[in-house]
């Protein structure tokens, strides 16, 4: 079912909203912002296409063709989370096709990730946890417009951080953050991604040591900062509450973080005893300056801001982070691509709030800064936004999206359902969604991802644990309104995702050495050796279709052998592997890349090391003998 511009009395939805929302009723609707302001906010977006320009021209829904043929690419590339899988998904848009999955905090025989010396040892020092859960991709910006450079990606279940390389789509680094318990939200720093945000959720002492263990109110969560390249930790601001997500200004000076539990309960009744949580602004020059200055304290090696409500750092004029009354338990916030408003969602309320960032520095009450309340549905999760001035909410409970004019929202009385443009049936219980470059300041307003935590009947049965959903919707046609145009089953259970376009990306087909940490082995006789220091035996070897540097690679009972090689290959799509099975090796090389693993050969025998990767019409002879003779 489709529902467009559904026609309501204004002093009963005034009436309801006022008797589930508090704030409705205490915090004022300012008169300036129903004429002067409003007139003003239109002058001061003049040039910005994202909210004010509706001559972009779109195709119409009838004229709209989401097939894309064999042979042919896609507009653009979709990072999607993978959830449990700890990894992420690499879909083209509009096909919906799978074209990759990243590995990041799961190990993966594939692509021999967390098989050779370097992926394990990064997974190692990153925890050595055995298994991650990937929620919010975000692809690193310049002027606020995706660069193509990394994308980073939380891991929700252990508190770490990633950062993937889109030259060559693998994950480069991963830091562990010791001051947070499930890293929820991840977000860079707008407008060049000067820092990268890990929100951490779950509240526990910090440092989490053993003390305070049956006292809530001395426990916190943290926002954690991190330099994009080197992917260092730099700095952690605690507060009192359980943050969430997470998205960031546009210009540099404000992240903002939904919150709940400001009970600071530990139980599900007290986590929803109260009518408001919190929207928690965090101004970044002022914690900077407060970490320049040394009022900090070092908890785990990591300086820790106290941006608690009572911190002697948020009184006076300039707090270092605001807390903003919204309506109990909100779950996702995002800025508008012109910067001007960030939006909150209620989750448990049928509102979306409007922030106006702006005025976080005018007014006293950072209350005043709420410029708009619109009543959307019931369960809203998550906004995204068009280039046309429109934002898209998923409603959890009533399994559909919402799309809703911004600005008439603004206008509007609070709680009012008149900016509601059209409702749009979602197969079901969406979660997140994203829209083509939503989180840039220009989006392109073409295509929409929402992803579904259900899809009961949409698929043929697997079983009792049935896929998630992702369907694509068209939104370019604001005549003919949101057209569902796909659905692509997904495996449980993926959460967040970033669509860019594909011309802003630039990845490499063949590896350049110079990348590599590891010295290119050449099929040189002088590049390829074996050598052994004592119980040690090093072995350098190329590779290349059909064949291995050496055909037989003689060690000892209880030696510790690592053997580093090189595809050789100067063609893309050739790729080899080192593969081991009795020892747990796998390593997959392609062109031009060098890889290293170590194992211990701990039982005498013959094991063939061969390709895993069919490689060519002798892809079975590709193989090489491991002769480990029995100790002495």
């Not at 001061?44 to 829904?61: E, K, V």
């Not at 690499?90 to 967390?114: C, D, H, K, T």
């Not at 925890?127 to 929700?156: A, I, M």
């Not at 040690?536 to 064949?547: A, K, L, Q, S």
Request: aromatic letters at 8%.
């Amino acid at each position: 079912m489709t529902e467009t511009n559904p026609s309501n009395d204004q002093e009963t939805i005034e009436a309801d909203v006022a008797d589930k929302d508090p704030l409705f009723a205490r915090i004022p609707r300012r008169d300036f912002m129903k004429a002067g302001a409003a007139a003003g906010a239109m002058g001061s977006l003049a040039g910005c296409t994202s909210l004010l320009d509706d001559s972009n021209d779109h195709p119409t829904a009838g004229e709209v063709d989401a097939t894309v043929p064999p042979g042919e690419h896609d507009d653009y590339y979709a990072f999607l989370s993978g959830g449990h899988t700890g990894d992420i998904r690499v879909y083209g848009v509009p096909s919906m096709r799978q074209i990759m999955r990243i590995p990041v905090f799961n190990m993966e025989s594939a692509r021999g990730y967390g098989f050779d010396d370097q992926t394990q040892e990064m997974l190692e020092e990153a925890g050595g946890y055995t298994w991650g859960d990937t929620h919010h991709p975000r692809p690193s910006q310049t002027d606020n417009e995706y660069d193509g450079e990394w994308l980073f990606v939380n891991d929700k279940a252990n508190g770490r951080m990633a950062r993937i390389d889109l030259e060559y789509f693998e994950t480069d680094a991963i830091i562990d953050l010791p001051n947070q318990q499930g890293t929820h939200g991840a977000c860079a720093l707008m407008p060049d991604t000067r820092y990268v945000f890990g929100v951490g959720e779950l509240r526990v002492p910090i440092p989490n040591d053993g003390r305070d263990l049956d006292d809530p109110s001395e426990y916190g969560s943290t926002l954690s900062a991190m330099s994009p390249d080197p992917f260092d930790h730099e700095w952690d601001v605690r507060v009192d509450c359980n943050l969430d997500n997470g998205d960031s200004g546009k210009e540099g000076e404000w992240f903002f973080t939904t919150s709940y539990n400001s009970e600071e309960g530990v139980t599900e009744e007290e986590m929803t005893s109260a009518d408001t949580d919190y929207v928690v602004a965090f101004n970044i020059p002022r914690i900077e300056d407060a970490v320049e200055a040394g009022e900090y304290d070092e908890i785990n090696g990591v300086p820790v801001v106290d941006g608690t409500e009572d911190s002697p750092l948020n009184d006076g004029d300039e707090p270092l982070v605001r807390y903003i009354d919204v309506p109990t338990n909100p779950h996702g916030v995002s800025v508008t691509p012109d910067g001007e408003y960030a939006i909150a969602s209620g989750k448990l309320d049928p509102t979306c709030t409007i922030i106006e960032i702006d005025q976080l520095n005018e007014v006293d009450d950072p209350n005043d800064a709420i410029v708009g309340r619109v009543n959307v549905g019931n369960g809203p999760l998550h906004t995204a936004y068009d280039d046309r001035g429109h934002a898209y909410t998923t409603l959890f409970v009533d399994s559909q999206v919402v799309k809703w004019d911004i600005e008439d929202a603004v206008d509007a009385e609070m709680g009012s359902e008149d900016p509601v443009i059209e409702k749009h049936d979602v197969h079901y219980s969406p979660g997140h969604l994203i829209a083509a470059e939503s989180y840039t300041g220009s989006p392109q307003g073409d295509w929409l991802i929402v992803l579904n935590k259900l899809s009961k009947d949409r698929f043929l049965p697997v079983g009792p644990v049935f896929p998630e959903n992702d369907q694509l919707f068209y939104i370019g046609d604001d005549d003919a309104g949101m057209e569902l145009v796909k659905d692509t089953p997904a495996y449980p259970e993926p959460h967040d995702a970033s669509i860019v376009r594909a011309d802003r990306l630039d990845p490499a087909s063949v590896y350049d050495p110079d990348d590599l940490e590891l010295d290119y082995i050449s099929a040189d006789d002088e590049d390829n050796f074996i050598e052994r220091d004592g119980d040690e035996v090093h072995i350098e070897m190329y590779n290349t279709r059909n064949h291995f540097g050496f055909e037989d690679i003689t060690v000892q009972e209880g030696d510790e052998v690592t053997i580093r090689t090189t595809n050789i290959e100067e063609e893309e799509d050739i790729l080899h592997s080192l593969a081991i099975p009795q020892h747990d090796v796998n390593v997959k090389t392609a062109p031009q890349e060098t890889r290293e693993v170590t194992f211990t050969a701990d039982e005498p025998g013959v094991y063939w090391i061969y390709c895993a990767y069919f490689c060519s019409a002798l892809h079975l002879e590709m193989r090489s003998r491991l002769l480990v003779e029995p100790a002495d």
